[in-house]
């Protein structure tokens, strides 16, 4: 049975840091490109991250760069998202997912493009 799960959400100040994780059951996660999206309440699911399958690029939305860092550990099947230097507008769930496809940059914020999703971990991020 094909399965994501993600884990490491959770309540932080601003400022702080979390590292969520997609672990994957079913299937070898090295085969996919991993993203990382976001839905905040009463807003569209949003592209966080993503880590292609190919030769390892990263993409990342411009709300988070130079504060999430994606990365993979293939002998774990799992994908993680370090987040630091938390702000409250990073409250959201978090959902990982899983494209059997080529992913570009043009292409991997594209929820279309994904075959299989987590059931999500929430961050709040307050004070």
């Known amino acids: 049975q094909v399965q994501l799960v993600e884990s490491g959400g959770g309540l932080v100040q601003p400022g702080g840091s979390l590292r969520l994780s997609c672990a994957a059951s079913?299937?070898?996660?090295?085969?996919?490109?991993i993203g990382w999206f976001r839905q905040a309440p009463g807003k569209e699911r949003e592209g966080v991250s993503c880590?292609?399958?190919?030769?390892?690029?990263?993409y990342y939305a411009d709300s988070v760069k130079g504060r999430f860092t994606i990365s993979r550990d293939n002998a774990k099947n799992t994908v993680y998202l370090q987040m630091n230097n938390l702000k409250p507008e990073d409250t959201a769930v978090y959902f990982c997912?899983?494209?059997?496809?080529?992913?570009?940059?043009?292409?991997?914020?594209?929820?279309?493009?994904?075959?299989?999703w987590g059931q999500g971990t929430q961050v709040t991020v307050s004070s």
């Open positions: 880590i292609s399958s190919t030769d390892g690029s990263t």
């Open positions: 079913g299937f070898r996660l090295e085969y996919y490109a």
């Open positions: 997912a899983a494209d059997r496809g080529l992913t570009t940059k043009w292409t991997w914020g594209i929820r279309g493009a994904y075959d299989y």
